[in-house]
């Protein structure tokens, strides 16, 4: 019987802020390619908006302790 890998809520999570990260990337081409204004502006909506549900999602992660971002300052400082 095959073993089928069960996604965590974790895994799901990390997929989907890399899909919106990967969204927010190509609505902001097609935002830099669009000639027509009102394209331009639906464009640059969806990217606004990809990039809320990418705030909403990474906060989530975040709280949860399955997102760690480094802090600036503790990288900055010399190693001893």
């Not at 095959?2 to 919106?20: E, F, M, N």
């Amino acid at each position: 019987m095959p073993h089928h890998h069960q996604l965590t809520d974790k895994d799901i999570a990390g997929d989907v802020l890399t899909g919106a990260k990967q969204m927010a990337h190509g609505y902001m081409m097609a935002i830099l390619e669009s000639q027509d204004q009102n394209l331009r502006q639906t464009f640059t909506d969806f990217h606004d908006q990809c990039l809320r549900d990418h705030q909403d999602i990474f906060e989530v992660m975040n709280k949860k302790g399955w997102y760690k971002v480094p802090m600036i300052l503790d990288e900055m400082q010399p190693q001893r």
